[in-house]
Nanobody, 114 residues
Framework: QVQLVESGGGLVQPGGSLRLSCAASGSIFSINVMGWYRQAPGSQRELVARITSGGRTRYADSVKGRFTISRDNAKNTVYLQMNSLKPEDTAVYYC????????WGQGTQVTVSS
């Protein structure tokens, strides 16, 4: 019922920036919370940031001060601005939408390397 499409990933040098976008379609009015998760090879998926319908945000300690989650309600899109990127940020980043069940995007690869 909800489709999520991520974009904006790529290869960036340490210290660089990227902005990820997640466009939601379908039953968007049922979405309560949207967030970004990431999963590195051989690691568990972890929460990066989330934002509620009321605009409240939460960040992983590892990205506080560097990443910012935001949303554009008119475009049904959530963003993740990533600054001061580090090699340890390398992962597949997934968009998540919470309804009565959770929906996930296909993921977008972020690689931070010199």
């Amino acid at each position: 019922q909800v489709q999520l499409v991520e974009s904006g990933g790529g290869l960036v040098q340490p210290g660089g920036s990227l902005r990820l976008s997640c466009a939601a379609s379908g039953s968007i009015f049922s979405i309560n919370v949207m967030g970004w998760y990431r999963q590195a090879p051989g690691s568990q998926r972890e929460l990066v940031a989330r934002i509620t319908s009321g605009g409240r945000t939460r960040y992983a300690d590892s990205v506080k001060g560097r990443f910012t989650i935001s949303r554009d309600n008119a475009k049904n899109t959530v963003y993740l601005q990533m600054n001061s990127l580090k090699p340890e940020d390398t992962a597949v980043y997934y968009c998540n939408a919470e309804t009565v069940i959770n929906y996930w995007g296909q993921g977008t690869q972020v690689t931070v390397s010199s």
